[in-house]
């Protein structure tokens, strides 16, 4: 049995992870999550993520986008571009 991951928002928006090899943007309808367009293969490529000039490319990226204003600090981008997250960095302030 595959491990699913459902990453949601209040609105009723949200992106399942299945098994770390897809992912399907989900809706709540209902009071039941049901899987809604294209269903992707991991890791997603960046231009199904990107947004120019205020145009999302995919159904994909607006819930992408949704769900990491409901929460700043996720890694979800990285789960699906399979990419690793990078600690940032803080500037050392110090004297001599």
């Given at each position: 049995?595959e491990?699913?991951?459902?990453?949601?928002i209040?609105?009723?928006l949200?992106?399942?992870?299945?098994?770390?090899r897809?992912?399907q943007?989900?809706?709540?309808?209902?009071?039941?999550?049901?899987e809604?367009?294209?269903?992707?293969?991991?890791?997603?490529?960046?231009?199904?993520?990107?947004?120019?000039?205020?145009?999302?490319a995919s159904v994909?990226?607006?819930?992408?986008?949704?769900?990491?204003m409901?929460?700043?600090?996720?890694r979800?981008?990285?789960v699906?571009t399979?990419?690793?997250?990078?600690?940032?960095?803080l500037?050392?302030?110090?004297?001599?």
């Amino acid at each position: 049995m595959e491990l699913i991951e459902d990453y949601t928002i209040r609105n009723g928006l949200g992106i399942r992870v299945s098994g770390r090899r897809t992912c399907q943007v989900i809706r709540k309808q209902k009071n039941v999550w049901k899987e809604i367009g294209k269903m992707y293969e991991l890791p997603v490529a960046d231009e199904d993520l990107r947004w120019s000039s205020e145009i999302p490319a995919s159904v994909l990226a607006v819930a992408l986008r949704a769900y990491e204003m409901d929460h700043p600090s996720s890694r979800l981008r990285f789960v699906l571009t399979r990419r690793v997250a990078r600690p940032k960095l803080l500037a050392m302030v110090g004297t001599r």
